[in-house]
């Protein structure tokens, strides 16, 4: 358990004249940084070294958001190769093994460093956002489990001094039973979860509104908030605070209230929206890939591709901040993923599809049941082959490879998919 901090520490933590500062001033305040970050990586993290010397940028090359497209973008499936060939953290750490807070695992698997850094970032988003507050209960209904969700949030709310209920995942009625008794102020949850809680409150006998203390629901890892996010609103009288994030970098924009898109996380990184063939930074409204240098002292990756899609906007925002916006994630590229809160990559599909060496070509498939993902795996199979007991093998082989249960298993004729065919399709956008 992380120390609570006192009141000047907790305001410290948040700038008002900062979010607001004029966009020249702003453009300065960010260019200066970033030129200082570079420096620090390119001194203490091998494998930024390494690839500015590639690219024959020295760090006093880089003194503006624009120069960092001297650089290439390292994603996902790079990192992962990275850190196989260079492990654990593929030469990014910049400081000792023994000085990091956490090392989460996710899906690649790729190692996520983390320090105090990303900690305090999070609980400046929720000073932000004015909720949670010290003393409030916080029902914290995401993953415990090697990923970084529950743990981080854990963290940043032992900052504020919250009382948290670490429940992690299912257990619904168990989850409702503790959310009415404690009488919780705020969840953090998946949007889609927090929708079945609600609806499996009300069949319990529950009015939402009338028997629970909930003020605020804090949420991500969903791109379908915004189909949520009015009914949680309007019917039970919510706070609904969004946040974007990613496993290796913790905090990277979030939602200022007003639904206006997620403002960029300035105080802890530089975001760049660029075209993922080239690597240029595109304009204002284009779409391109999410591209982050986060402000680290403990794994300072530069240029680091979150494989989502997005534009930006610069205009200005109802609530005065001046920090471009991401308007919301539109897709995404590489070979993965994002379903449930979790990324499922290829390697690890077809990891998880080599015990089943006698089935065919697979696809999975995700797509939106109201407000739920929903997972199919697509298989080619013989007429012979038990489908019940193969399937639920799979179901189990996956769940172990990938962490995630695939709803439904559905098996083709040989030959039905086709090699122009897509391993993943995505039909939610």
């Not at 990275?82 to 593929?90: A, E």
């Not at 299912?170 to 609806?199: C, N, W």
């Not at 179901?395 to 998919?417: A, G, H, M, N, Y």
């Amino acid at each position: 358990m992380l120390k609570q901090l006192n009141s000047k520490s907790l305001a410290s933590l948040y700038d008002e004249s900062r979010e607001r500062m004029p966009p020249d001033e702003r453009e300065r305040w960010l260019n200066h940084r970033l030129a200082q970050q570079v420096r620090y990586a390119y001194r203490f993290a091998p494998a930024v070294r390494e690839m500015l010397d590639r690219a024959r940028v020295s760090p006093s090359d880089i003194r503006s958001l624009a120069d960092l497209q001297k650089l290439p973008v390292t994603s996902k499936d790079a990192l992962v190769k990275l850190q196989h060939d260079r492990p654990p953290f593929g030469g990014f750490l910049s400081t000792p093994a023994s000085h990091l807070r956490r090392t989460y695992v996710s899906p690649g698997p790729i190692y996520d460093a983390y320090g105090l850094e990303q900690v305090r970032a999070l609980a400046r988003n929720f000073v932000r956002a004015g909720y949670p507050k010290p003393g409030d209960t916080v029902l914290v209904s995401t993953g415990f489990h090697m990923v970084p969700a529950g743990l981080l949030l854990t963290d940043a709310l032992d900052l504020l001094g919250c009382n948290v209920v670490p429940a992690g995942t299912g257990q619904t009625e168990v989850q409702i039973k503790i959310l009415h008794d404690l009488r919780a102020t705020t969840v953090v949850a998946f949007p889609s979860y927090f929708m079945t809680m609600v609806e499996s409150a009300e069949q319990m006998g529950f009015d939402f509104r009338r028997d629970f203390n909930v003020k605020c629901l804090m949420c991500g890892g969903e791109r379908h908030i915004d189909k949520l996010r009015k009914k949680f609103e309007e019917d039970y009288g919510l706070l609904v605070v969004p946040s974007y994030s990613t496993a290796e970098l913790g905090p990277v924009a979030y939602d200022c209230g007003v639904g206006a898109g997620y403002h960029y996380g300035d105080e802890d990184c530089v975001i760049e929206i660029v075209d993922p063939s080239t690597g240029k930074q595109v304009g204002p409204m284009e779409v391109g890939e999410v591209v982050v240098t986060p402000f680290s002292r403990v794994c300072p990756l530069i240029r680091f591709g979150t494989g989502d899609l997005a534009s930006y906007t610069n205009a200005p925002c109802p609530c005065g901040r001046t920090s471009s916006r991401i308007n919301g994630i539109m897709g995404m590229i590489g070979d993965h993923i994002r379903v449930k809160g979790m990324f499922v990559h290829l390697r690890e599909l077809k990891e998880a599809m080599s015990a089943f060496p006698n089935l065919g070509s697979f696809q999975l498939v995700a797509e939106l049941e109201g407000h739920r993902d929903k997972l199919t795996l697509r298989v080619e199979a013989d007429s012979a082959v038990n489908r019940q007991a193969v399937a639920s093998q799979i179901q189990q082989r996956c769940q172990d490879v990938f962490k995630l249960k695939v709803d439904k298993i559905e098996f083709l004729p040989r030959s039905t998919l086709r090699e122009t065919d897509k391993v993943f399709m995505d039909t939610r956008w």
